[in-house]
């Protein structure tokens, strides 16, 4: 197996510098111009086959190897987040209330850094290596809308790979899982109307603040009382929004949320509870209701053959490694359509550091990470690419 870490050792330098850049210049969902242009720029140079504009601002570089083999495709989202950068940092966001807060800038520097290495292989590569840059993931829609733009096809791939530097976590660590990993999010919208009236003169009234406030609460029995103690899900209302002043009862109420689930079939039950309990209790309090439950992502589910496949790889890259195979969040990430449409897997890279305080959570103003983690997930996504196509 080939050992990529005399290259890195050279290159890792500039692979960060592209990262500071890349969070100088964050860029939102679909906005990605500046980004997709660099990203296209570099694949180009490398000679890779290029695509761009697909689901309008994502880039897709093929590597064709010389010889037969499997085709890999490798998965990056290039998306900043609505957030205003409060880090004292010298690469700090120059684009005030945009902010790359989640670590795609090392995401995308991680996978040109990847296909940079690869490249350099061609004569030995057998099968190809389809990288995918996708905007959008902040959105949950980037990845559908690329495999809408055909994505998937020409050529279609036998295997998926894709990683996450992740906070939660230190240095040092990785997150490698079988079956579900991430959650399928969606969000739900309750309409409630009523009818509004006196504050002083409740009997004449059908109150639609109360409604909500008892459907809120009864939201938290689909968990506790509809879910197995055994299963994992989340229903969560995060908005309500009813009446402008304090002595008239509105006509209409509003209540968002989140719902999440690590199988359909979960996800299938929590939509199904939040439309019955918003109908029910509206309906006994002389009210009516219009409910919306739409799902954003698909769980992600990594395939335990190919985390068998590649495990020995990362033990042999960084034997010093701690990996973790029982992780799993409620957080959701857009990968997950390409997990659904070829078997393959998604893992977390640790990129906290504690010690220098950076180790804030993802989507917060003060977020980022120890830069070591980059080199260390290009020799991870690299050698685990390359357990598929370079033969021993």
């Not at 330098?13 to 890349?22: F, K, N, T, V």
């Not at 500046?34 to 490398?46: C, E, F, K, S």
């Not at 979960?266 to 509206?282: C, F, N």
Request: aromatic fraction near 6%.
């Amino acid at each position: 197996m080939i050992d990529f870490k005399p290259q890195i050792e050279a290159r890792q330098d500039a692979w960060i510098a592209r990262r500071r850049d890349l969070h100088r210049h964050p860029e939102l969902g679909f906005q990605e111009v500046r980004t997709a242009g660099i990203v296209a720029d570099t694949l180009t140079r490398l000679g890779l086959e290029v695509q761009t504009g697909v689901g309008k601002t994502g880039v897709i570089g093929i590597l064709e190897g010389d010889g037969d083999g499997p085709t890999v495709l490798v998965r990056a989202d290039m998306d900043a987040l609505p957030i205003l950068e409060e880090n004292a940092v010298d690469y700090a966001s120059q684009n005030p209330g945009t902010m790359h807060a989640c670590g795609h800038d090392a995401h995308t520097s991680i996978g040109l850094a990847v296909a940079e290495l690869l490249s350099a292989q061609r004569q030995r590569l057998k099968g190809r290596v389809k990288f995918i840059f996708q905007p959008a993931e902040e959105l949950g829609t980037g990845a559908s809308a690329m495999i809408a733009d055909g994505a998937l096809e020409n050529p279609t791939a036998d295997v998926a790979l894709g990683l996450h530097l992740w906070n939660e976590r230190p240095l040092g660590q990785i997150a490698l899982t079988d079956g579900p990993f991430m959650a399928a999010a969606g969000d739900f919208t309750i309409r409630i109307s009523g009818k509004g009236g006196h504050g002083a003169l409740p009997q004449l009234t059908n109150d639609p603040v109360v409604a909500a406030s008892q459907i809120v609460t009864a939201l938290q029995t689909i968990v506790s009382r509809n879910v197995s103690p055994t299963d994992v899900a989340v229903v969560s209302a995060t908005y309500l929004r009813a009446g402008e002043t304090f002595n008239v009862i509105p006509p209409t109420a509003e209540i968002r949320g989140t719902v999440r689930a690590f199988t359909q079939e979960m996800a299938d039950l929590l939509q199904k509870r939040v439309e019955e309990i918003a109908t029910g209790i509206a309906a006994s309090l002389g009210c009516t209701v219009e409910t919306e439950v739409a799902y954003m992502t698909l769980p992600v589910i990594n395939a335990p053959e190919v985390n068998a496949h590649i495990r020995p790889t990362l033990e042999r890259v960084a034997p010093d490694l701690e990996i973790v195979t029982g992780y799993r969040t409620m957080l959701a990430e857009d990968v997950s359509y390409f997990l659904d449409a070829v078997p393959g897997t998604y893992f977390f890279v640790g990129s906290a550091n504690a010690e220098r305080g950076l180790d804030y959570p993802h989507h917060h103003p003060r977020f980022d990470f120890d830069e070591r983690a980059i080199p260390l997930a290009v020799d991870l996504l690299a050698s685990a690419v390359a357990s598929y196509v370079l033969p021993e």
